[in-house]
């Protein structure tokens, strides 16, 4: 792509002016953090930044994949396989300077089990854990709820300071920890306003090259890649396909992928009159015309090769265990099939817009703003293709304040399509984004839908024995959900991020992007 | 000649132009290991003639297209594209192999997995080179009394043929033949009962991917023996490679990693002083391959990645220069040919790490070459996509790998067995994980 003159160039100028200083490393990231707290990570950009300020207790490697761990040092199984006795390091030091103990394991753990820490994320844990008793200052013993097959792989959670919260275990989303975490990372974080700056912390189990890093939020891309080039930031955390070749073409930048499995979707207010038939769903499915969609927003031809992003029908990436290749994607659109639909369901066309009842349609659609720099007017576009079929609509972006306090909560119910991603870490695990809203599932059900068939299907994978049945169920679902269509699915588009040479040591993998930061090093 | 042409320079014209700003190239590598590169022999002006349009399928990594297109033409290219199907089928099964141990592996396996998974953890072991396991597992007695027919006449076969799968009789691919492709039976070739509600799970037996690198194997030494030592740099980690010089012309190079038979030698030297376990002196390859010279100044007691990401960068330079020199004038397309030599440069390091056992060293290089190729056109490599699948299958890592394998299914119809080994995995370690929360 060859890029134009645009007066945000300007900006871009400024920016390298204002931000380049001393040996600090700059970079833009896709949003600003929700929350520092890992209890409340709703984001990518949320658990990056939780990588950088605490330490799991068990991570995997990003050299060799070995589960691993820099707080614990020796680990026993204990009464029957359904407990572990962990010894914690000695010497490893909150950013507090406060030591850290068995009391902060316990802590974290008895944190996630109080019903009074309302996160999503401590709820999957309780049917992990039972409880955790401190046996010595250094030594924890955690109890799970049954005996499980490689029981450490469970335990990647971030451990938690007890001290900051002064033993109380029901930890509140509102506390300070929130923008000004102390954790055992390489570096502390601070949130501002308008961005988030994190300064090292030596410890005997990190020793970050870098002193000081900024995490800025990015906006327009092309001001975020000339701002690269002009050396104002040394990072970009997601370049847009697009902007890729014009990166890859300096010796100066180097492009790193960053292979999440994470997909777009269209998800559709099923409570909506006009839109619980589902047959109007499946009209707006062939209304829309993906291979035109990605190529006006992605910049990705109809038959072009090596494509950073592939349609999907279902819920999972193409590449996935659980993806049902049995269902074919739906590429481009078939009006004539949206007509004999929308018409079956009860809709007229008057004056070259569709009616439901006597009432013109008029389609409320929004999208995360921040998705908007990804994919630039992946918006307009969805919206100009309901349009040209003879529907009504409305554009908004939705910030991200708004994003996780209507849209996550199923409180965004006046809109009528929401255009957004999820991305996944090791499980892909749809449950919380299509079971229904009742006793802490469907967590993040955007409008709410509710199926008993669909309820049943999660339920089997929940409860599955053996990993086919859990297969199967996953399999089935896609079939149901591609037929049912509470979301229009889209695609897996890959990430990648561009950073400067200057930048040495970063070892960036799938789900572990700042895991390895102390062999980060900047050279000037 | 115009097609290829017009796709090299589209892709070196994208984006802005190079920034070049290391005035000073460390590791100088002489004009006349330039010269000796392929990327030279094709810069002269109509060199590749009108065989060019030819190579576009490889370009493509459409071999089937090419074995019929440039294979016809070029004993040495059609030799090269089976060299290079049967490495990936080899890379396959060695995926599959990693991938079944992980599974099925004995602090792996579950009370609810068919007993026949002990036959597929015995190919797994002899893919592994440990014939002993393969026949401790084959030969078990409840194997021989399976219901499955498939797996009964599986093991009778491994058993009648002392374990070696090429006398099996297994999997018939047709008769081998230069000009053409096996027959490839459609996964999953058993269904396995579970041992839990009357349920059974698919899965691929990976003698069929030994059979299909054999055949391509056999097929290219057909089309021109001396294509051996391409085979011999992508088979299994076991087998021997010989101190044979490879003598290569541009056909058997092009558009490749190693940029001359010098190249190749030197890789093939480090790869089978990590298999015999013994030295190597990369001064001995200096005279002959730029990428030892390249190297040398970055490997002691390990590899200094950013040593070699520079060195790999100098090298590009240096040579794009040579381009410029031979051909007489600048030229959009040189700075692609160029990055062929980077890529081969990485992989070398990225394989001299493997024999240190530099094992940080070693995956950050092969990240970092896969990275590489990916920003290009062209896409990743097959091989090192399939190699590194096979590495990550090995590590336990089944979303990287099938990812990999998912990029390159298309490339060539066995490779779509490898999948049922993966998603099994996969299936494993991520319910051993337990759940987890989407994130936007």
Known sequence: ?524 | MVRLLSVVLMVSCSGSPKQESRADVQNAVSSTLLSSTWQAQVAVPGALDERESLWMDYYNWSYDAAIDGLGAQSAEALARFHAELSGLYRQAALLQAHAILETYGPDQIRKTDPDEVQYLVGVAHWILGDVQAAEKHIRLPQLAASSVAGIQKAVGAWSGAGMDPLKTGLFDLGAVQTNGLPTVRPAPHYELPEKVDDRSVGVSDPTETILLADWHERAAIEALPTIRPLLELWSFPWQKISEDKASLSTDGLFLGPWSSNGDLDFVRAIERAKRNEQGIDVENFMAVSPAAVALAPCVGEKVDVDCVLGAGSDLQKQLKQELKTVSGAEDGRHAMLASYAKQGLLQAGMRYAGFLKDEESESRLRRIALDDMSNDHRGKAPLAALAKAAWDAKTRNPHHAQDLLHGQVQVASGLKAARYSLDVLYLRVTRDVGGGQPMH
């Not at chain 1, 990003?62 to 010497?91: C, F, H, Y």
């Not at chain 1, 507090?96 to 019903?115: E, H, N, Q, S």
């Not at chain 1, 040591?505 to 050279?523: D, H």
Request: glycine fraction near 6%; proline fraction near 5%; charge should be positive.
């Open chain 1, 1 to 524: 792509m060859r890029l134009k003159k645009n007066p945000l160039l300007v900006v871009a100028g400024l920016a390298a002016a204002l931000l380049t200083t001393g040996q600090s490393v700059n970079f833009y990231e896709e949003a600003l953090p929700t929350s520092m707290n890992p209890l409340y990570a709703k984001s990518m950009v949320d658990t990056r930044v939780n990588e950088l300020v605490l330490d799991r207790l068990y991570y995997h490697s990003p050299i060799n994949n070995d589960l691993t761990s820099r707080l614990v040092s020796q680990w026993q199984m204990s009464e029957g396989g359904k407990a572990m006795k962990l010894t914690l390091k000695k010497g490893i030091k909150w950013h507090d300077g406060k030591p850290l103990t068995a009391t902060d394991v316990c802590f974290t753990i008895d944190a996630m089990l109080d019903k009074g820490t309302p996160s999503p994320i401590a709820v999957a844990k309780r049917s992990v854990f039972s409880g955790c008793e401190v046996v010595e200052d250094h030594v924890a013993l955690v109890r799970f709820t049954k005996i499980f097959h490689n029981p450490r792989y469970r335990l990647d959670f971030y451990v938690m300071p007890a001290h900051v919260f002064e033993g109380n275990t029901a930890i509140s989303p509102d506390h300070a920890f929130s923008s000004r975490p102390i954790g055992t990372g390489p570096v502390k974080g601070s949130k501002g306003r308008r961005g988030v700056s994190f300064s090292k912390v030596p410890n005997k189990h990190h020793s970050a090259k870098i002193p000081q890093m900024s995490l800025q939020e990015g906006a327009d891309p092309l001001v975020q890649v000339r701002t690269l080039q002009n050396n104002g930031v040394q990072g970009i955390i997601t370049v847009p396909p697009p902007y890729r070749a014009d990166v890859s073409a300096s010796d100066e930048l180097s492009l790193k992928s960053y292979d999440l499995r994470s997909w777009w979707f269209v998800a559709v207010n099923t409570s909506k009159t006009h839109l619980r038939d589902k047959r109007i769903r499946q009209a707006l499915n062939s209304i829309i015309n993906r291979v035109e969609l990605r190529q006006l927003s992605i910049g990705v031809g109809p038959k072009e090769k090596n494509s950073p992003c592939e349609f999907i029908s279902g819920p999972f990436v193409q590449s996935s265990s659980y993806y049902n290749r049995g269902v074919e994607v739906q590429e481009t659109s078939d009006l004539n099939a949206a007509i004999r639909l929308l018409k079956a369901a009860g809709m007229r066309k008057v004056g070259g817009s569709w009616q439901y009842r006597g009432k013109p349609v008029n389609l409320k659609i929004g999208i995360k703003a921040s998705l908007d720099v990804e994919a630039p007017d992946l918006l307009s576009q969805v919206s100009n293709q309901l349009g040209a079929a003879g529907f009504q609509r409305q554009q908004h972006k939705i910030s991200t304040d708004d994003w996780n306090r209507k849209v996550l909560t199923g409180k965004a119910t006046d809109y009528d399509l929401i255009i957004g991603k999820w991305s996944f870490g090791l499980v892909e695990d749809v449950n919380p984004l299509f079971h229904s809203r009742k006793g802490g599932r469907g967590n993040l059900n955007i409008f709410n839908y509710s199926s008993t068939k669909v309820d049943t299907l999660l339920a089997q994978f929940d409860g599955a024995r053996t990993d086919t049945q859990a297969q199967d169920a996953y399999h089935k679902l896609h079939e149901v959900l591609a037929e049912e269509l509470p979301y229009l699915f889209l695609w897996k588009l890959d990430t990648k991020s561009a950073w400067q040479t200057s930048v040495r040591g970063n070892n960036i993998s799938a789900y572990y992007y700042w895991t390895e930061f102390s062999s980060w090093k900047y050279v000037q």
